[in-house]
């Protein structure tokens, strides 16, 4: 093991950290789940952090780091739906975004070329707000919060998912179309 790998290893530890998380989720011990999910938050920060710092990045990393974000935010939307603190219509939205994300990237490779599209703005902001949502609403189960607060951050996560959404969409496509009329080179 190098240096190079810390950040890997961060990953692999977030992706490890899903199955408490899950299971505390499940068993609705919040308070245990909301501390697990903020270690996780946080080491997405660091690996992310290390790697940019020391140029410790690797094709690896490319794939763990997204894994482990998307594998906790997933587990954690779908559970709150479950125990029905997550309206089911916005966990399929945000669902439904990651799913167009993906299938745009696979299908801009395919079709067009590599996808080295980098992440956009308004989708980092989506993600904090998902994030900040997910911690807000376990916090909530422990101690009692405003409802305004909650409902706040639950429509700043609805309106970023759909323009994050339809960002990727207009970027990916008005770039495909670029590509495909000879007006800009992959």
Known sequence: MNKKDIP????????????????????????????LFLVGGL????????ARRYK??????????????????LTAYLLLGWHH???WWLVGLVIFRDIIIVAGTLLYKKFIGNAKLKPLFISKLNTVFQIILVLII?????????????????????????????????????????????????
């Open 138 to 186: 376990m916090f909530s189960q422990v101690v009692n919060l405003n409802t305004l607060i909650v409902d706040g951050i639950f429509w700043l996560v609805v309106a970023t998912t759909l323009m994050s959404g339809y960002a990727y969409i207009n970027e990916w496509g008005r770039r495909a179309w670029n590509i495909l009329k000879g007006n800009e080179v992959e």
């Open 43 to 50: 080491s997405d920060g660091l690996d992310g952090f290390l």
């Open 85 to 87: 603190l997550l309206a």
């Open 56 to 73: 410790w990045q690797t094709e690896l990393g490319v794939i763990l780091d997204p894994m482990g974000d998307k594998l906790m935010m």
């Open 8 to 35: 890997n290893i961060i990953s692999l530890m977030r992706i490890i950290l899903v199955v408490p998380i899950a299971y505390f989720l499940w068993n609705q011990n919040y308070l245990t789940a909301l501390i």
